[in-house]
């Protein structure tokens, strides 16, 4: 058996490696266009930080994990071809700002049609608006070598961050298909190291709806939890009272109610969007307004820290440097996709403050290229002003220490662990006084901070106090 994964990105990467590991008979191939990724996943550093991901690529790759960009070799020698390409939201034409882009996810099947011969499986990896499997399936009916198809839908359900273990081990593996030779294929795979009663399968589209779904429930527990935050911010409640208290009910439940500065990552909003495209687009109209306000809310939520800073901050935060801690869009991940930080240090940057900003795992490089974006319209133009404030207000610090020193406030934007166990007094003896501290993840110990003098302001937390 042979499987080849078409796009090694934080999903394509991590799953191959998965079964490559628990699957050490079949030959794990993975493809993409960039070079330069590639050549990292066949080195020492990877592309993708995660947890005990290096241990478990490096065990594979001696063995059966090859990564390389002989994508057209890789599809031909393949019994099942994974699809795991990105699929961002559309920024130009119809649907701009909420349809998914299908671009590469149409190239792919093009390119599987030109280049296969005999029966393949291919299953869709990428996160996909519901019928894609259709357009899929109809472009690979046109291939000219007497190629036949079965398609599968299999949506990815890790975590950044958590990817090994939810990998390992995952409340569920779903698959979507019509054939049941194809369906028990992949089932078999699995099989290897999950209980078959984990393994559900379901029709394509109950399998491409369920992947949206899930996620669209996950970010609005989210967006919930942090509306309340707001409230008990004006009432002197506190929001992880709040959802200690809630989550005992056990059909509420304990999980992804915390307050934040608001949800990030690939898949929150482009699902979301994605879902009300869909809805609108079946003429759905209060489903559509329904889910799209889970998104608006998450907007609110990053707005409302920012504008919160430069109240507090005698409303100016003009020429104050400000510490910023964390840049990832949630701890133990280099990603930075639709991170929170981006924006909230946008508004920052606009308000003319001068930012330093140290995250552990994320470049300078990424992080410049993220604000750059952020100030661009639709057509990527970013306007002159924005550039220089970029280039001039921005700085990266080696530390947290640094980025603390000689600063008004600092800036809590991801719960990396190592922000927790800081010598705080040397923090605050290195700061300007009033030493603000705007914790965005509700991370730190706020009476501690407090005695030592620092005046903390946090998500869901009185400003009475
Ligand atoms: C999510 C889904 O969890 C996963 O199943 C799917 O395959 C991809 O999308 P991911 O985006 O990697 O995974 O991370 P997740 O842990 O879901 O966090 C998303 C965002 O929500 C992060 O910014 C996180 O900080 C935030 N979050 C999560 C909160 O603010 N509060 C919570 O209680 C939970
Ligand atoms: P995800 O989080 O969904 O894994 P990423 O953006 O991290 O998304 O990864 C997607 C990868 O797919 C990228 O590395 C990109 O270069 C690759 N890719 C996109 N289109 C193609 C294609 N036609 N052939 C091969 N690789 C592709």
Not at 26 to 55: C, F, M, T
């Amino acid at each position: 058996m042979k499987i080849c994964c078409i796009g090694a990105g934080y999903v394509g990467g991590p799953t191959m490696a998965m079964i490559a590991k628990q699957c050490p008979e079949i030959a794990v191939h993975v493809v993409d266009l960039n070079q330069s990724r590639i050549d990292a996943w066949n080195s020492e550093k990877l592309p993708v930080y995660e947890p005990g991901l290096y241990e478990v690529v490096a065990e594979a790759r001696q063995r059966n994990l090859t990564f390389s960009t002989r994508v057209d070799d890789a599809i031909a020698e393949a019994d099942m071809i994974f699809i795991s390409v990105n699929t961002p939201t559309k920024t130009f034409g119809v649907g701009a700002g909420r349809a998914a882009n299908l671009e590469f996810i149409e190239k792919c099947a093009r390119q599987i049609a030109r280049v296969s011969t005999g029966h393949k499986i291919v299953v869709e990896k990428s996160t996909l608006p519901v019928r894609t499997a259709e357009a899929v399936k109809r472009i690979l009916a046109s291939a000219e070598n007497g190629a036949t198809f079965d398609v599968l839908s299999n949506p990815e359900f890790l975590a950044e961050g958590t990817a090994v273990e939810d990998l390992l081990n995952p409340d569920r593996v779903l698959i979507g298909g019509e054939s049941k030779l194809a369906i028990d294929a992949l089932a078999d795979i699995y099989a290897n190291w999950i209980p078959r009663e984990r393994i559900l399968t379901t029709n394509l589209w109950s399998s491409e709806l369920s992947k949206l779904t899930a996620n669209a429930f996950l970010a609005q527990r989210v967006s919930s939890i942090n509306a309340i935050s707001a409230l008990c911010e004006a009432t002197g409640a506190d929001v992880d009272e709040v959802a200690r208290a809630i989550g005992t009910d056990s059909r509420i439940g304990p999980k992804f109610l915390k307050a934040s500065v608001g949800f990030g990552g690939s898949c929150f909003q482009k699902d979301i969007l994605n879902l009300v495209y869909l809805c609108e687009h079946f003429g759905l109209r209060e489903v559509a307004a329904y889910w799209e306000q889970v998104v608006s809310m998450n907007d609110y939520q990053k707005r409302r820290f920012a504008e919160g800073i430069v109240r507090t901050m005698f409303n100016t935060v003009s020429d104050k440097k400000i510490g910023v801690w964390g840049f990832a869009f949630k701890k133990d991940t280099n990603d930075t996709r639709e991170s929170a930080a981006i924006y909230v240090c946008r508004d920052l940057l606009r308000e003319r403050a001068r930012v330093t900003i140290y995250d552990p795992r994320v470049s300078e490089k990424q992080i410049r290229a993220d604000l750059i974006a952020s100030c661009s319209d639709m057509q990527g133009v970013v306007s002159e002003h924005d550039r220089k404030l970029i280039e001039n207000n921005v700085t990266i610090a080696a530390n947290a220490y640094e980025a603390a020193s000689q600063s008004h406030a600092i800036v809590v934007m991801t719960e990396w662990d190592e922000f927790k166990s800081l010598d705080f007094a040397k923090v605050y003896a290195s700061m300007q006084q009033p030493a603000f501290v705007f914790d965005g993840r509700n991370l730190l110990d706020h009476d501690q901070l407090a005695k030592i003098g620092f005046d903390i302001h946090a998500i869901g937390k009185s400003l009475q106090d």
